[in-house]
């Protein structure tokens, strides 16, 4: 049995662009959610049925390779299929396509339910994989893991607070804020000039509304490796490659 692919247009309209023209990451971000909570919608796993089973869905970890982001205007598709799961682990896939069908990003995400009684990791239900017709199996692609910052490396720091609008439906950070932090610590002619080739990004404690954060880089000219934190505790790890236009 081969998981169901699901597709729809879209169109990269200002908002979702940064000043070079180009979909920022958390963008791209917000559209892989976006294409994958449509098709839950659409197979009838809307959030309201899945809140009914007293959990809800958290990504854990990203991985994502870029040749390209898209700009302004540009017509793309989205595509995702849930590929694979078992008791406690989804792994799903994602493309966003060009009008001449060029992969212009690939992504793959490792997401788990969250019991909402405990705060804490839950028994997938089965109900829940049904409908995708994913694979059963016990053993998931592991996703490559981002780099530990040194201790005694140089470090950028940026503190940022979060607000109620920050919040998703699960009482956390949507995750694609978490981008937006990540990359802000970088200058600004940096991020003119240089794009992603390919972010490893690990969640490992839940961020919420009130939290004072740190978002943290170790730059070079070609990777940067950041965390988030509050307080002592690491919120998130990513590693991102770089390359110039």
């Given at each position: 049995?081969?998981?169901?692919?699901?597709?729809?247009?879209?169109?990269?309209?200002?908002?979702?662009?940064?000043?070079?023209?180009?979909?920022?990451?958390?963008?791209?971000?917000?559209?892989?959610?976006?294409?994958?909570?449509?098709?839950?919608?659409?197979?009838?796993?809307?959030t309201q049925f899945i809140?009914?089973?007293?959990?809800?869905?958290?990504?854990?970890?990203?991985?994502?390779?870029?040749?390209?982001?898209?700009?302004?205007?540009?017509?793309?598709?989205?595509?995702?299929?849930?590929?694979?799961?078992?008791?406690?682990?989804?792994?799903?896939?994602?493309?966003?396509?060009?009008?001449?069908?060029?992969?212009?990003?690939?992504?793959?995400?490792?997401?788990?339910?969250?019991?909402?009684?405990?705060?804490?990791?839950?028994?997938?239900?089965?109900?829940?994989?049904?409908?995708?017709?994913?694979?059963?199996?016990?053993?998931?692609?592991?996703?490559?893991?981002?780099?530990?910052?040194?201790?005694?490396?140089?470090?950028?720091?940026?503190?940022?607070?979060?607000?109620?609008?920050?919040?998703?439906?699960?009482?956390?950070?949507?995750?694609?804020?978490?981008?937006?932090?990540?990359?802000?610590?970088?200058?600004?002619?940096?991020?003119?000039?240089?794009?992603?080739?390919?972010?490893?990004?690990?969640?490992?404690?839940?961020?919420?509304?009130?939290?004072?954060?740190?978002?943290?880089?170790?730059?070079?000219?070609?990777?940067?490796?950041?965390?988030?934190?509050?307080?002592?505790?690491?919120?998130?790890?990513?590693?991102?490659?770089?390359?110039?236009d």
């Amino acid at each position: 049995m081969s998981a169901q692919t699901y597709t729809e247009p879209h169109r990269v309209v200002y908002y979702e662009a940064d000043d070079t023209g180009h979909l920022t990451v958390a963008m791209l971000i917000n559209l892989l959610v976006l294409v994958s909570d449509d098709q839950s919608s659409a197979l009838g796993m809307d959030t309201q049925f899945i809140n009914s089973l007293g959990v809800g869905w958290v990504v854990t970890q990203y991985h994502l390779q870029i040749t390209r982001l898209p700009k302004l205007g540009d017509q793309v598709t989205l595509k995702t299929k849930a590929t694979a799961y078992n008791r406690y682990f989804a792994y799903r896939e994602y493309w966003l396509v060009d009008a001449q069908g060029e992969t212009l990003a690939y992504a793959e995400g490792i997401w788990v339910t969250m019991s909402y009684a405990t705060r804490k990791i839950a028994t997938i239900p089965t109900e829940l994989m049904a409908p995708y017709e994913s694979d059963q199996t016990n053993r998931l692609p592991r996703l490559p893991r981002p780099e530990r910052l040194d201790p005694a490396a140089t470090t950028v720091v940026k503190p940022y607070t979060v607000r109620y609008f920050d919040i998703d439906n699960n009482g956390h950070v949507n995750n694609a804020h978490y981008f937006d932090w990540l990359l802000d610590t970088l200058p600004a002619e940096f991020l003119r000039t240089h794009r992603p080739t390919d972010i490893r990004i690990r969640f490992e404690n839940e961020v919420k509304y009130g939290h004072q954060v740190a978002s943290e880089v170790v730059p070079t000219a070609t990777k940067t490796q950041h965390q988030i934190k509050v307080g002592n505790t690491i919120a998130a790890l990513a590693t991102v490659a770089w390359t110039t236009d």
